[in-house]
């Protein structure tokens, strides 16, 4: 799911996933996977209220 790259010009890039859940708003340490390779990751759910965004998202930022 493209976003509008404000992460990447923050020097956070995020991958965008769309909420299929009903899951808390917060700030989770997460681990994401990509072709069977693990990744410690941080995962924000909620809405973007800095940039006065009220539909509810997963981001996650992927450390490499």
Same mark, same amino acid.
Do not use: C, V
């Given at each position: 799911?493209?976003?509008?790259?404000?992460? &990447?010009?923050?020097?956070?890039?995020? !991958? #965008? %996933?769309?909420?299929?859940?009903? %899951?808390?708003?917060?700030?989770?340490?997460?681990?994401?996977?990509? =072709?069977?390779?693990?990744?410690?990751?941080?995962?924000?759910?909620?809405? !973007?209220?800095?940039?006065? &965004?009220? =539909?509810?998202? !997963?981001?996650?930022? %992927?450390? #490499?």
């Amino acid at each position: 799911m493209q976003g509008k790259r404000r992460g &990447k010009e923050l020097g956070y890039p995020t !991958a #965008n %996933i769309p909420l299929t859940e009903d %899951i808390l708003s917060g700030i989770y340490i997460s681990i994401t996977q990509i =072709d069977s390779k693990e990744y410690q990751s941080i995962t924000f759910i909620g809405a !973007a209220e800095t940039f006065n &965004k009220k =539909d509810r998202k !997963a981001e996650t930022h %992927i450390f #490499n």
